[in-house]
């Protein structure tokens, strides 16, 4: 009888012994895994969509097609002349391409004369996305990530996005080409930055507080004049954001989101090792610019202009 119950008594310790340990094997592994803690409720409120309304949107345009590619363009409510300038250029070039505008509030309200143009434009166009948050250069990641949310929510059903400042010259035939060619999934391309640094110049128009960001470097990131994404990494980027403090270079943020996911970005080479994403400005040249996908500096005249151009000459050459 004693001897049963002294039985028992180690049985029973056995058991519990190795379910402490399960238990912490099992805790260890899984907070490893888990990787990075998730930001404070109050940080993260302030980059997440959801803390914002739409005063815009769009939420059918992809519901009874599904573009191979979306083009999402981040403009001020103010720049109607760029929009104008894209709609009638390579926002429009291509079948299966859509092109959308992504605006947050003016700084002179929701009541002000911009704001009516504004809404106007967008019955006449149906193309302009807004969220009422203040539109302005220290909050463009918070749109980037109204961008990704966006697409997350309303057009995933499109093959590739692309994220493209409205002063770029896009040569979306290439693109098109050279995308029908690359991965599905995980997949994000432009002009590859591997060993940014802070700055730490308060004078620096790229100024980033030690505060705010205190790692020397910055994980690999292409840079924000345009950068093309396969749609799944909308969400998961989205995702990630959790886990991301704000910075307002919206570029590398995405870069440290990426991080979080494990997803390298990747250069876009042509057979000549040429950048195709190029971020200088380039004067125009019709059939250097047919091998590229883009190029920079292009306020709306000049991107008209040279679209004239491009858009009948670029298959001959
Ligand atoms: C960014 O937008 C939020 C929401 O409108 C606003 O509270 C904040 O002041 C803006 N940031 C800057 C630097 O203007």
Redesign the pocket.
């Known amino acids: 009888m004693r001897k049963t119950l002294l039985w028992n008594w180690t049985k029973f310790l056995g058991v519990v012994t190795v379910l402490t340990v399960s238990a912490h094997v099992f805790l260890s592994l899984s907070k490893h895994s888990a990787g990075p803690d998730p930001l404070p409720e109050e940080e993260y409120r302030l980059i997440s969509p959801l803390t914002y309304q739409y005063l815009l949107n769009q939420p059918d345009v992809c519901r009874d097609r599904s573009p191979f590619l979306v083009l999402l363009v981040p403009v001020a409510p103010q720049e109607a002349a760029a929009r104008d300038a894209v709609r009638r250029s390579w926002g429009s070039a291509a079948r299966d391409v859509l092109t959308l505008f992504y605006a947050g ?1 003016p700084p002179s309200g929701p009541q002000s004369r911009l704001q009516r143009a504004l809404v106007e434009e967008s019955k006449l166009h149906a193309d302009i996305i807004q969220m ?3 539109d ?1 250069y ?2 463009l990641t ?1 749109k980037t990530m109204m961008m990704m949310k966006w697409t997350a929510t309303y057009c995933s059903s499109a093959s590739y996005a692309m994220k493209v400042d409205a002063d770029i010259f896009v040569n979306v035939y290439y693109l098109i080409q050279r995308l029908r060619s690359s991965p599905r999934l995980g997949f994000i391309t432009g002009s590859l930055i591997r060993d940014g640094t802070p700055r730490r110049d308060p004078q620096s128009k790229w100024y980033l507080a030690e505060e705010q960001y205190p790692e020397s470097s910055f994980p690999p990131y292409v840079s924000g004049a345009g950068y093309v994404f396969s749609t799944d990494l909308a969400s998961r980027i989205s995702w990630a954001s959790r886990f991301v403090r704000m910075i307002h270079l919206e570029d590398a943020y995405v870069g440290l989101c990426l991080r979080v996911l494990g997803v390298r970005p990747v250069y876009s080479y042509d057979l000549f090792l040429r950048n195709l994403f190029e971020i200088q400005n380039l004067a125009y040249d019709r059939c250097s610019f047919a091998r590229l996908v883009i190029a920079n500096g292009f306020p709306p005249r000049e991107l008209l202009h040279a679209w004239q151009d491009f858009a009948k000459g670029h298959a001959s050459c």
């Open positions: 509030l009422n948050f203040m302005n220290q909050n918070i």
